[in-house]
């Protein structure tokens, strides 16, 4: 993967859909094209906030630099599976980081887990932050979607294969969430998600445990400085 940089995670503290990584999109390429909208209610989002998301594009390519967007994943999607137009704000990331045995130890739901406190739960803040887009009342929940490297797939020869995690939650729970009024079992309880291994989508509910990690939020890379004029949260 072409990748600004990679970061290797250990031990418990790190804690798809898959496809071949793309390389990371630039901000306005990070945003669902307009065509790709089926209805009219979904273009009328994306018409009526596309300044926002491509603030918060910006944001996640010039503060988040281990991390990429997939292109054209910014935008309102319905969750999987579903009858109705419910629309939600979306973000699909791609976490870059080399293979590392601890977190390879890890069982399948445990890397789920890790990786959705570390980096989920604050692109989910990130979102929310976005009160004009979460105040629409065409918008019916957030969703985060996370894809990185399955431990194991990347030897030479291999195809790599990614692990892919999508939740979709609806306003009012992410929104008690994240103030601390709802505790982390009931918000899984609430929120619809899928797991991906490879192709395959993996059956069942993937039991999944949330905590408090500030890596999203804290961490630095040396030597980087956001461009000049860039708003870092």
Same mark, same amino acid.
């Given at each position: 993967m072409t990748s600004r940089y990679c970061v290797t995670v250990g031990a418990l503290l790190v804690m798809g859909l898959v496809f071949t990584v793309p390389a990371f999109a630039a901000p306005e390429d990070a945003l669902m094209p307009l065509e790709k909208y089926t209805t009219a209610k979904a273009k009328s989002l994306a018409t009526a906030h596309r300044r926002e998301l491509l603030k918060f594009s910006e944001e996640i390519y010039n503060c988040l630099p281990w991390l990429s967007v997939a292109p054209g994943r910014i935008g309102f999607p319905k969750a999987k599976d579903s009858t109705t137009d419910d629309r939600y704000l979306s973000t699909w990331v791609i976490i870059d980081q080399r293979e590392d045995p601890a977190f390879a130890a890890l069982p399948q739901e445990r890397r789920v887990s890790a990786m959705f406190s570390r980096y989920g739960v604050d692109m989910l803040r990130r979102m929310a932050a976005l009160t004009d887009v979460l105040n629409d009342s065409g918008v019916s929940g957030l969703?985060?979607?996370? #894809?990185?490297?399955?431990?194991?797939t990347s030897q030479p020869g291999q195809q790599p294969v990614n692990e892919t995690f999508a939740l979709f939650v609806d306003k009012g729970t992410i929104v008690d969430f994240l103030a601390k009024r709802v505790p982390p079992k009931e918000f899984t309880s609430r929120a619809k998600f899928y797991l991906f291994d490879g192709m395959d989508q993996v059956a069942g509910r993937v039991p999944l445990e949330v905590w408090e990690? #500030?890596?999203? #939020?804290?961490?630095?890379?040396?030597?980087?400085e956001p461009p000049k004029g860039a708003q870092c949260q």
């Open positions: 969703s985060v979607v996370l #894809s990185w490297l399955k431990p194991g990690d #500030s890596f999203n #939020s804290t961490f630095k890379v040396a030597n980087y």
